[in-house]
């Protein structure tokens, strides 16, 4: 089966063709097309995403972005009628609030002709609502033009399976399983008994992890997104063997339950650096000191979380999982000291930032969700609030 993948959530305009042999979760997958284009550019000029600037380039690119990736796939069209008038202003009318978006698609069907694709998986939520309109709608203009059903897909799922997918196949977990999620917008852990039930246990009470660290960067003077430059500099201040900045707090560490809250090591960042222009080995001092107390903070809360539902798995997704520092101490966790009997998942690098491999696996494993065109078109909505295990 060939699964037509779309992300456009935030600030990466990606989509994928997966091959699908077998059921999910146990299909083999051959990733056969994937074109991403990441707005880091765009909004590093800005220090952040805006979702109106988001949601214009998703729709300049997203065409191209489809070209691309049926190019690589070599895929070409099947059968193709010419569209009719009426056919013409359901595009129009589809596309209607994504400005010039149905010409680009009328003359990619024109010229390239109908893909032929079994069904498309688009992320729904959570996301920026304006960026995640665009996606949703071209997937209803592309069901319309092809006839393929829609899957529509939490991006948050696709980042656990983004986890334990090694190219080809996704990893047999053992249940129950925990996710520590961590994003711009999402710090969460959620307790996987089995695929598809999802609870989440533990989520941040204010900012995310991810947000943190690019305001942390900020206050820094780095660029957007801070969470990569925050990474080198406290490698730097590793090597170098700094000594501490600043002692900064480990928020909700010892509140009895799984949640987190970053607001306030931020603000103890910023009072840290009072009103000092910071030398730059006082910046990668800092930028360590920060570090280490977010990773110390969530490492703690995953830990309880494993003892308290005895888990087996344990998977960390999401954009910071790039992160090193984070990544090392989760990769520990498995060892003799600590839970030898766990499994730890980690993403490659190139799918722990969004993209849309992983929205075409979180499709797979909800085909018996798809919808056809017509109900995709009539029903589905953006929901950039959408919180996994939550419904
Ligand atoms: O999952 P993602 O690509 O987009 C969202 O769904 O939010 O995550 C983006 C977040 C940003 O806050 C970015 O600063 C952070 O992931 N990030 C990192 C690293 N790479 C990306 N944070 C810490 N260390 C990194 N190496
Ligand atoms: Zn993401």
Redesign the pocket.
Known sequence: MIILSIET????TAISIIEAVGDFPTATYEVIGNALFTQIDIHREFGGVFPAVAKREHIATIVPMLEMALKEAKITAGFTPSLNEGEHARVHELLSRENGLADQVISFYQSFGRPPIDVIAVTTGP?LEPALWVGINFAKALSYLTNASVIPVD?MEG?ILASIFDGHHLAGLQFPAVALL?????TELILIKEWGHYEKIGQTRDD????A??KV?RLLGLP?????E??RLADEARQANLPPFATLPLPMLHSKDLDFSFSGLKTAVLYAIADQVLLLEQKQALARDF?DAAVTVLTEKLKTAIEQYSIKSVILG???A???R?RHAINSLSSPQLFPDIKTYLPELSL???NSVMIGLAGHAHLDTSLTPQEFAETIKADGNKVLGQS
Do not use: M, Q, R
């Open positions: 959530s935030c600030d990466e996301g991006h980042h961590v994003s711009g917008g999402h995310a992890v991810g947000e660290f690019d960067a957007y997104p801070g969470g990569p925050i990474g570090e999401g954009g910071v790039s992160n090193k984070l722990s930032t969004d």
